[in-house]
């Protein structure tokens, strides 16, 4: 199914329906896996470069909509023409920092609402929450209803323990990493992460061996499949 009207596009990030969001373009050779937090941005805004350079204009962002389209996890293999396949995934502690620094604290710092991605929660999360209070909503969430940003990665990319994609990049190696992919599409080097913003990530900063804790149990997956270490601190005296 494709993203071609801004009412499906919302009603398929539902949590319950758990489409993968797919940006394919085959005259490129690219057909991305989506997942958010993991340098998904960078992605599309290579493909952007991409098709603007073959249609020697400056296309506007939303030009990649009718590239995206919506598709079960089962069905991402069927999917015809054959087409290099690939998404990348991002360290979980890091990536869960980020989710709250996007969602929750830039808003607050900005004077904005609550993003809609949790009125589904009900008062569950708030833009007053702090980030450990943040950490137990999520890890009291399930991936069957869990919000993409914060959906275990390998849900994305994986069934069962098998990869459902061809090629799992990840972002702490970004540049080893996009050149595969590069070598194996039309898209070119990028010169850094498109949405690498903000300080590093210093897990004492904003973990303590509790939130490690619930961390280690909500993303087991996450750290066995994608081959991420689990961290622990030891017990505050």
């Keep these: 199914m494709t993203a071609s009207s801004t009412f499906w596009r919302a009603v398929l990030k539902w949590p319950r329906l758990q489409r993968l969001e797919v940006l394919e373009v085959p005259s490129l050779g690219v057909r991305a896996v ?8 960078t992605s599309r805004m290579r493909v952007l470069r991409a ?14 909509w ?5 598709v079960r996890p089962g069905d991402l293999a069927g999917l015809r023409p ?5 998404g990348f995934v991002r360290d979980p502690y890091t990536r869960l920092v980020s ?3 996007h969602k929750i604290a830039r808003p607050r710092a900005q004077g904005k609402r609550l993003s809609p991605i949790f009125w589904v929660y009900g008062r569950r999360f708030s833009l007053q929450m702090t980030f450990p209070e943040f950490v137990r909503a999520v890890a009291a969430i399930p991936d069957p209803q869990a919000e993409k940003h914060f959906r275990s990665q390998t849900r994305f990319l994986y069934c069962e323990g098998r990869p459902l994609v061809d090629f799992v990049g990840h972002l702490e ?21 498109y949405n690498a913003t903000g300080a590093p990530v210093r897990l004492e900063d904003w973990y303590d061996a509790e939130l490690l804790d619930l961390v280690n149990e ?11 270490p689990v961290r622990a601190l030891p017990p505050a005296t």
């Excluded at 996450?222 to 991420?228: C, Q």
């Design 51 to 64: 098709l603007r350079e073959r249609a020697g204009e400056d296309l506007p962002k939303d030009a990649l």
């Design 99 to 101: 989710c709250y620094r």
């Design 66 to 70: 009718r590239f995206v389209r919506f």
């Design 34 to 41: 989506q997942v958010p937090k993991a340098g998904s941005g």
């Design 218 to 228: 909500r993303y087991a997956a996450d750290f066995t499949v994608l081959g991420y």
């Design 82 to 86: 054959p087409c290099f396949t690939f």
């Design 173 to 193: 190696r970004f540049d080893e990493d996009w050149a595969e992919v590069c070598r194996r599409t039309l898209l070119q080097p990028a010169a850094k992460a």
